[in-house]
């Protein structure tokens, strides 16, 4: 799918949501409370006791391993102390629990053990204080920072956290112009993400001059480290990493296949070949496309244009009526709406929609009821999947996949339609089983990020994350959602952003629910950033353009129908 469109779709519906001022932009200071709060350094040496205290030896790794065992004790002491030194060592031992999960021959009873074990992780504060402490160190850099965080890495447990570390160890890599010895030591270090972590950091924060030093990496046994360095080397402008990501396609771990389709989705543009690893399509016959593309395309690829934001196009309108026009068979329609606000085509439904997403000028995929279906201009169905509930949310992924979200649960199926992943929503509540579901409080929006992490926010306005296999890893309340409202789906910005249409406000919130820009608007229904930073919103009478300082800049108002979802091409 080209990304340099965005989709809106507008929906008639009751749902009204309301927009609160303008918030300064995340700095430093909301870091030093939160480290000050809970009696830590926030300058100097003391900086890098928290990650120090945070990176085992071997024998404390031995040590945890068997507190992770102790968890199927038949004795309770021995389960009730294995917890608690568990809980204590946070995220450093939240792979380890996983692993105890996902073990065929582990009890359920251990597993409950376990999974409560890492929600209380996810709801502590020790990722947030190492968060804001390597966020300190780049700005202070003592000494020793860059031995400190590199002997950390391995431990780092959450992507956030290690994104955060790796801005770091770019910011101290380099000292007056030379290479920090520490990092030149790791480059050869037997630890394949110490080795990943310092080629990257020496080419982010030298660029192309230091290409020598760690281009042997570019042929390194673990395909993590090929990936690190050559992400960093094209970011850099050099066009022989791009040879390299190609290769990595089938060799790239799972989890991070995206990121080398999308840098070379990038790099090509409009030339890019329309194809992604998925059920129907292995990485073999991608790296074949790719390796096409490039015999023909690499003499006049230009990658100094990666720093460019994406041209922007239009956008896609869908507008559903209401019950009468229905029964006239004037029901929902996808429009191409250019930035001249001409149109530039239709799609024609019979019914309201809930959600749905523009796939090509021949199909898009639209959600209405219990079903989601893949439909031409002529509203000829290719493709179904009908659920148990209300649907909320439909998304199609790259690979095929179709992500799915009804008020009750989270589904991934598959292109045959077979779901391949479920989290149904549960709760802890003293009531009968016939009872349960009636209190579950429903799901109103969801979205899926390109790692496989998912978001969902309740009608209470409860904010929570998963990892790609389901299992918590934040949560945080947004603000006050209005009375029966449909948010559809979420979109994720880049570093696991979200965008979310509240009660009186459109709020943008970074992973673990700071603001980080929000604008006070009369019932927004739905928002959409688009490619060069402004911000699309639907409102139920018509779509306005506002910049970073909410000033509207642009306005559409279409024939008919109530603006009521945005979406991205």
Known sequence: MNTRCAVLLVLLGSAQVHAQG?????????????????????????????FRERTLSKDQVGDLQNQIKLLASPIFAERKKAEITLLKAGPLARKMLLELIKNKDTTLETIRRAETLLTKIAEGQ??????ATARLIAKHQPEGSGQTLLEFVPFGGESRLLEEVQLALNAVALKDGKIDPAFLTALTDKLAAKRAAAGEAIIRAGGKEHKKTVEPLLEDEAPA??????LALVDAQDKRAVKTLIDLLPEAPPERVWQVEDMLHKIAADKAP???????TSAKMVRTAWTAWWQTNQQTVNLAKLSEPPKYRGFILVTASDAEAVKARRGSKVIEVKPSKQVGWHFDYIRNLTDGQYLNKERALVAEGRKVTERDMKTNIFWEK???DQIVACQRLPGGDTFIATRRELLLVDPIGKAVFKHKEQKDLDADDEDQAQQLVPIIGA??????????????????W??????????FTASQIAEQQLIGTIEVLPGHRILIPLADRVAEFDRDGRILWQVPFSSPVSALRLPHGNTLIANGQRVLEVDRNGREVWSYQPEGGAPFRLRRR
């Open 22 to 50: 303008p918030a300064a932009p995340v700095d430093l200071s909301t870091d030093i409370r939160l480290l000050q709060q809970n009696r830590l350094p926030t300058e100097g040496p003391g900086l890098l006791l928290l």
């Open 126 to 131: 020790d990722t947030l204080m190492a968060i």
């Open 225 to 230: 480290v090929r990936l690190a360095v050559a």
């Open 274 to 280: 329309e194809i992604w690893v998925g059920a129907k």
């Open 386 to 388: 009908e659920c148990e």
């Open 447 to 464: 979205g899926r990020a390109r790692d496989g992490q998912m978001v969902f926010i309740n009608q209470n306005g409860q904010c929570t």
């Open 466 to 475: 998963l990892d790609s296999e389901g299992f918590k890893l934040r949560s």
